[in-house]
């Protein structure tokens, strides 16, 4: 049985920081690509980082480059997104993906999901 499962989203004000965890386990990751998607209401998933399981490789979307951080602490299973100087446009629900050829940025090319945590960011 393979879970991801993400955590650390809340509400947050714009300027404010916030830091998503994705608990992998039920199988090994080794060779595999872990990357982070949002979605809001009304719109279509979105890529926004991704990095292999080795942490030698990462990749943003420009709309987030140089305010969010991927990060692996293989020790632990887990891959995180720091984000920082958030704004409201980052409102989404972020889900926690896995696929074993590459980090795609199309979404329904990965093999594993989370079920998502709501990031909201509002004064």
């Known amino acids: 049985q393979v879970q991801l499962v993400e955590s650390g989203g809340g509400l947050v004000q714009p300027g404010g920081s916030l830091r998503l965890s994705c608990a992998a386990s039920g199988r090994t990751f080794n060779n595999y690509y872990m990357g982070w998607f949002r979605q809001a209401p009304g719109k279509e998933r979105e890529f926004v980082a991704a990095?292999?399981?080795?942490?030698?490789?990462?990749y943003y979307s420009d709309s987030v480059k140089g305010r969010f951080t991927i990060s692996m602490d293989n020790a632990k299973n887990t891959v995180y997104l720091q984000m920082n100087s958030l704004k409201p446009e980052d409102t989404a629900v972020y889900y926690c993906?896995?696929?074993?050829?590459?980090?795609?940025?199309?979404?329904?090319?990965?093999?594993?999901w989370g079920q998502g945590t709501q990031v909201t960011v509002s004064s």
């Open positions: 990095i292999r399981w080795s942490g030698s490789s990462t």
């Open positions: 993906a896995a696929d074993r050829v590459g980090p795609h940025t199309t979404w329904y090319l990965y093999d594993y």
